[in-house]
């Protein structure tokens, strides 16, 4: 189990987050969630590569990758839900110990989207 200690890998983890659920949905032919999904990725990928000469060393603590495991193989309505309920609670968890603000403010705005798709 990977631990979320640095910006640098819970921006990893988010990208890799929004690139599975990329693949997730376009496999259940859900088109406008599958583009969504590619679009938080790449946001985020420009928010990592823009903020990189800001971001300071201190190490985060409290954050495990096992926490937020979503289980890719459930297509029921139920488990989508499931699925976004996880990943808005990722964002939730990880964007306030960002100390990066244009960072912070992006998972935020990514964790709205997946609490959205949760209700």
Same mark, same amino acid.
């Given at each position: 189990?990977?631990?979320?200690? @640095?910006?640098?890998?819970?921006?990893?983890?988010?990208?890799?987050?929004?690139?599975?659920?990329? *693949?997730?949905? @376009?496999? $259940?032919?859900?088109?406008?969630? /599958?583009? *969504? /999904?590619?679009?938080?990725?790449?946001?985020?990928?420009?928010?990592?590569?823009?903020? !990189?000469?800001? $971001? @300071?060393?201190?190490?985060?603590?409290?954050?495990?990758? %096992?926490?937020?495991?979503?289980?890719?193989?459930?297509?029921?309505? /139920?488990? =989508?839900? *499931? $699925?976004? %309920?996880? *990943?808005?609670?990722?964002?939730?968890?990880? %964007?306030?110990?960002?100390? !990066?603000? =244009? %960072? =912070?403010?992006?998972?935020?705005?990514?964790?709205?989207?997946?609490?959205?798709?949760?209700?």
């Amino acid at each position: 189990m990977s631990s979320l200690n @640095t910006f640098g890998s819970i921006l990893t983890h988010a990208i890799e987050l929004e690139s599975s659920l990329n *693949a997730y949905y @376009t496999s $259940i032919d859900k088109s406008d969630r /599958a583009k *969504a /999904a590619d679009k938080r990725r790449k946001k985020l990928e420009r928010v990592r590569r823009e903020n !990189v000469v800001e $971001i @300071t060393l201190e190490p985060i603590e409290g954050l495990d990758e %096992a926490d937020y495991t979503l289980n890719l193989d459930d297509i029921s309505e /139920a488990g =989508q839900t *499931a $699925i976004e %309920a996880t *990943a808005s609670q990722f964002y939730s968890d990880v %964007a306030p110990k960002i100390n !990066v603000r =244009q %960072a =912070q403010r992006a998972l935020e705005r990514c964790g709205q989207e997946h609490a959205e798709f949760a209700e």
